[in-house]
């Protein structure tokens, strides 16, 4: 689209605009409209000020006048402190973040004008003219290839060193085509660290180990680097020749006295001479807390994940980013390509159990975790041992999650959370992605599992929605003579979204913020749902204590009963 063919009316106004800017101030000169060879529409201008001519040209973007004009010098010209480099545009009062559409060219002209005149003072002296640009990180490192993160605290814990030293650090780097970012992990000789980083570790490809130079001296490191020379730089720094004795050259971090600091690798050229490749060092700060949960409550909590695929993985993943940190893994299978469709797992875990790959992945969510893995699944064919010792551990969690939709690991999750008196939550997604249902129960407030279940499913076929579908995949439902309708990762986000709520407001062991224990949940009209997220609550009825108290037992009742079950040994 030709914006000025489609808005003729706007396309003369805009020339009228410049006409009468021209008549009413004899600082701008030979305006000239054109066109360029993609058929943008471009205004040619003379700016005049303290004597001097400057030669803007006015792009209008085929957006326009959605977008602003781009006003730019004529040749790789600096022209401004205000401007996007030698020859680049100028950063003038309209700009993307703040465009009117009913903003001219001309008005783009007039505030170029007074950027040049505001930079240029009547004895011809510079001026430095405020900013209103405010840029962010993102826009910042768009072009600096090679970055070094610096978690918050990494400089602090070398206060009160000496102020002159070398220490050894540990990195990480990953890379994308052209692009590294390394990742400062820790400072110090191993097992002797002064600082190890809080943050999860990347999942790279490789280490990478160095070494930071504490100086008492004020430099400029690259600048004493001009050229690919080394020699100034080894002058001043004797430690970076010692170090390039080893058989890696290393990464090389220097702290100055003045606090600048300066990130570097050291590679081999072609020539085999040192090459210092500069990285641009991002300091990171504590993110202000961005979730409302308690999660100090919550870290002290751990949880059973029973089933890691696409419900259980996400939960898992959710919960650790609100702020759990113990969990129990329990999953057989390995994860494939086709479960990448709605798994949390991505392509790395391909070929990999889905307890061992989703507990690599809480790690690169968070760090201080504590993972337990069981690679079985509940009833299968397993060592009657094995099993057991599974279903102690889930027992032992304070809260048993079954993402598996089967009825033989329900039921069993259900046995250990009634006998160890643990709550539990539940989650299912119907066939073809209409919707789902959560639940939980919890200890002497709700009915145990199994009747939960039991009043659920009464409820399900009084309105006509069956418990399982007939097709054996819990994601699929069957249509009339039609091919399966099947869950998409949407549907079963949302409902294992809804079931972390539930989890959360169990483990911060506060007041509950639900009114009810378990919700059918529309995602398409079908059914009961008359449209997506239309929601009904289940109204559980409690059956009373999950377990009967045990009465105390005397010391020759226990006696007695020993002796009636297990038989003396004979000679």
């Known amino acids: 689209m030709i914006w000025w063919l489609e808005n003729r009316d706007r396309a003369r106004a805009e020339k009228a605009a410049f006409t009468a800017l021209q008549e009413e101030h004899d600082w701008l000169k030979n305006v000239r409209v054109k066109h360029l060879d993609n058929l943008q529409l471009c205004v040619d201008v003379e700016i005049l000020h303290g004597g001097e001519k400057f030669a803007l040209a006015v792009i209008y973007p085929i957006t326009f006048p959605d977008t602003p004009p781009i006003v730019l010098p004529h040749g790789e010209i600096q022209l401004s402190a205000h401007q996007y480099g030698p020859g680049g545009e100028l950063c003038l009062q309209w700009r993307p973040d703040n465009w009117d559409p009913a903003v001219t060219g001309a008005m783009m002209v007039e505030s170029a004008h007074g950027l040049i005149a505001a930079e240029r003072s009547a004895e011809g002296e510079a001026t430095a003219v405020p900013s209103e640009h405010r840029s962010s990180l993102g826009a910042e490192l768009r072009f600096e290839t090679w970055r070094l993160m610096v978690p918050e605290g990494a400089w602090s814990s070398l206060e009160g060193q000496l102020p002159e030293a070398v220490f050894e650090i540990s990195l990480t780097i990953t890379a994308r085509r052209t692009h590294r970012v390394a990742h400062l992990r820790s400072i110090g000789a191993q097992g002797n660290e002064v600082w190890i980083s809080p943050q999860p570790a990347p999942n790279a490809p490789r280490g990478r180990t160095g070494y930071l130079l504490r100086t008492a001296q004020d430099m400029s490191v690259l600048a004493l680097y001009e050229g690919g020379e080394f020699e100034d730089l080894a002058k001043r720094i004797p430690e970076i020749s010692s170090l390039l004795e080893t058989q890696e050259w290393p990464f090389i971090i220097v702290l100055e006295k003045s606090g600048r600091k300066t990130a570097f690798d050291i590679v081999r050229s072609e020539n085999d001479l040192p090459l210092l490749i500069p990285y641009r060092i991002v300091e990171e700060e504590v993110l202000a807390q961005r979730s409302a949960s308690n999660r100090e409550a919550i870290s002290q909590n751990r949880v059973a994940i029973v089933g890691c695929g696409s419900i259980g993985s996400k939960i898992a993943a959710s919960l650790a980013r609100a702020g759990v940190r113990k969990f129990l893994l329990v999953d057989e299978d390995i994860l494939l390509t086709g479960n990448l469709v709605r798994n949390e797992l991505d392509a790395w875990a391909i070929g990999w159990h889905k307890v061992d790959a989703l507990a690599d992945r809480i790690g690169q969510i968070v760090t201080d975790i504590d993972i337990d893995t069981r690679r079985v699944a509940l009833g299968s064919q ?35 959370a009634k006998r160890n008196r643990k709550p539990m939550i539940w989650a299912e997604v119907f066939g073809g992605g209409i919707g789902g249902i959560i639940a939980r129960a919890r200890p002497n407030t709700d009915p145990y599992p199994l009747a939960a279940r039991n009043q659920i499913t009464t409820w399900c076929d009084d309105h006509g929605i069956p418990w399982q579908t007939e097709t054996g995949n819990p994601y699929e439902i069957n249509g009339d003579d039609k091919p399966p309708f099947i869950a998409d990762d949407a549907d079963v986000s949302i409902i294992a979204a809804h079931a972390t709520r539930l989890a959360l407001d169990i483990l911060q062991g506060e007041e509950t913020s639900f009114p009810n224990s378990a919700y059918a949940i529309g995602l398409k009209k079908a059914w009961i749902f008359e449209a997506p997220f239309d929601t009904w609550p289940i109204d559980l009825q409690p059956t009373g204590p999950w377990e009967e108290p045990i009465a105390a037992q005397s010391e020759e009742d226990i006696r007695t009963l020993m002796s009636d079950l297990i038989d003396e040994e004979t000679s």
């Open 382 to 416: 397993t060592s009657a041992l094995a099993m057991d010792s599974t279903l102690e551990s889930i027992g032992e969690c304070d809260l048993i999650v079954d993402a598996t939709a089967t009825p033989t690991s329900f039921n069993l999750c259900a046995g250990a």
